[in-house]
Every structure is written in C-alpha cells, then in structure tokens.
C-alpha cells in the first residue's frame, strides 16, 4: 500500500527542523474521508501545489483510518490539519487555530439504508448492526448516534476504518443501516452508482477546518493560508482542484476561503446538548 501513496506521503514522526540553510518542513494531515488510496489521491496533488506557491515545505501524513490520522494530530506530530475532530471542549485546549475551510454547502449528519431496504423508521434499526466510517467521525458518526440515543433507539455499531468501507459493509448485507455525512453519501452514490434511502438528516454544519498548530510560524501560516484561499484563481490550481475532486465523486470543485471559530459554532452547540453516554 506505501508504494501506491508516493514520496509525498511523509511517514515520519520527526519535528519539523529548520537549518540555516533550508525552510522547516510541516506535517499536513487532513481526516480519511476515503481509504488511505482515495485521500492520498485527493490530497497529495494539493498538497504539492501549495507548497510550491506558498515556498513553504508541506509533506501529507495520513494513517490507515481517520482515527490513526487522528492520533498522529493529537501526539503533536503534525503541525497543519484538514479536520472536525477538535471541537470537544477538552480538544479545543490543544490550541489549534482555524484559518481555513471548503467554500461548499453545508453537510449534514445522515442515517441511510439502502433504497431497496424494507426498513422505512429509525425505530426499525433498534438492535441493528449499523456501519460507521470510526468512532472519530464527527459528523459521520457522533452526530447521528447522539440523535440515536437521545430516542432511545440502541443499535449495534461497526467501524469500517473509512467511509468508503462503512459504505460497502452496507451494501455487502453486513449492517443494516450507515451513518455518513451527506456530501460523502452523494459523493459514494454518484461513483459507485448505489442508491440510497435517507432516513434522518441533521441540521447543517460546516465543512472540515483548515488548522495550524503553535507551532507553525506566522510568516509560514500566512504564505500557506493565502496559497489555498488563491488556488481556484489560478488556473492550474483550479485544474487540480478539479481533478481531485474528479477522483473522489465531489458533486462540486469547492475552493479555500478564509474561516475563523465562529463558523464552527454549531459543533460547539453539538457538543453542549449531547448525550452523557456518547463515546
């Protein structure tokens, strides 16, 4: 699997260092929202684009499931983020800082079956194996199981790893219902040309953040936050976006915009309202 992922995919755990002689070089880890394959594929062309527009040296480190990647952020391995996995409040004391997004529509928690399943009501999946991408996802998984458990309905978790293969347990037979976020369901329908059967849908929230880590020097943060907000301006950068978008079923080419805490309010509210027993 390395050799499919190229150079770009850094698997090192080192500090970035900075010589008299040369730039340090950051860590960039955006969550699996596809398997290892689909997200490299997505990221890596990006990833090599800012860094030579911005003149700062970024390399992508990505683990096998969004949960690995995750553990790399929350060791302080990385120093760049694409992610909604730091919003709980004991998170937010890490000391991230928000200054990018997707300009694209708001996504949204959803629980799905198959349009050919006889199951109609959430009540129905009392029980039930349900797939989900892995216990990190927020709006993939905490959010719809919160909704779950807030109506009392018990269904039996199954982790896939990644969305793609919470996906593909659904449609194997092996759960019985999945839980998603809506730009990933759309995006899996309209690839793998699978039909879907929405069941309940949550209010919206904002796309992943681009974050930086205190350790990322201002200068640095600016050249690369200003290499994303102008990529879709830029011919060759819009062509990349389009084609990685191309490359993982993104109904849309969303662009980089400038963001700040106050977009990602509602995951604050989200987690204010949740069930005790959420995990």
């Known amino acids: 699997m390395k050799a499919l992922l190229a150079p770009a995919l850094a698997?090192?755990?080192?500090l970035p260092t900075l010589s008299a002689a040369q730039q340090p070089t950051y860590?960039?880890?955006?969550?699996?929202?596809?398997?290892?394959?689909?997200?490299?594929?997505?990221?890596?062309?990006?990833?090599?684009?800012?860094?030579?527009?911005?003149?700062?040296?970024?390399?992508?480190?990505?683990?096998?499931?969004?949960?690995?990647t995750t553990s790399?952020?929350?060791?302080?391995?990385?120093?760049?983020?694409?992610s909604n996995h730091l919003f709980s409040p004991e998170r937010e004391t890490l000391g991230w800082k928000i200054f990018g997004r997707r300009q694209a529509p708001e996504i949204h928690g959803q629980i799905a079956v198959p349009e050919d399943s006889p199951i109609t009501r959430l009540e129905e999946l009392a029980g039930q194996d349900m797939a989900f991408a892995g216990p990190e996802a927020f709006i993939g998984y905490k959010v719809p199981y919160a909704y779950l458990l807030s109506r009392n309905i018990e269904?039996?978790?199954?982790?896939?790893?990644?969305?793609?293969?919470?996906?593909?347990?659904?449609?194997?037979?092996?759960?019985?219902?999945v839980g998603s976020n809506s730009a990933l369901v759309e995006g899996y329908a309209t690839r793998e040309?699978?039909?879907?059967?929405?069941?309940?849908?949550?209010?919206?929230?904002?796309?992943?953040?681009?974050?930086?880590?205190?350790?990322?020097?201002?200068?640095d943060l600016k050249a690369v936050a200003n290499a994303f907000f102008n990529m879709h301006k830029d011919p060759r950068g819009k062509d990349i976006l389009s084609r990685s978008g191309q490359e993982v079923g993104l109904p849309e080419t969303p662009s980089f915009v400038p963001a700040t805490q106050a977009d990602y309010t509602s995951y604050k509210r989200f987690y204010q309202k949740a069930p005790k027993n959420l995990h």
């Not at 997505?42 to 949960?67: C, D, F, H, M």
């Not at 929350?74 to 760049?80: N, P, R, Y």
């Not at 040309?193 to 350790?215: C, I, P, Q």
């Open 193 to 219: 040309n699978k039909k879907f059967r929405v069941l309940w849908t949550s209010e919206g929230y904002h796309d992943l953040a681009l974050m930086a880590s205190g350790k990322v020097a201002e200068k």
């Open 72 to 82: 790399y952020v929350l060791a302080q391995e990385v120093e760049f983020v694409f």
């Open 27 to 68: 860590r960039f880890s955006p969550v699996n929202q596809w398997d290892i394959t689909k997200t490299a594929a997505y990221w890596n062309p990006i990833v090599q684009y800012i860094s030579e527009k911005s003149g700062v040296k970024l390399e992508l480190k990505i683990g096998r499931t969004s949960a690995d």
């Open 11 to 14: 698997l090192s755990c080192l």
């Open 155 to 177: 269904v039996k978790p199954v982790f896939g790893g990644n969305q793609n293969a919470a996906f593909a347990q659904l449609f194997a037979g092996k759960a019985k219902a």
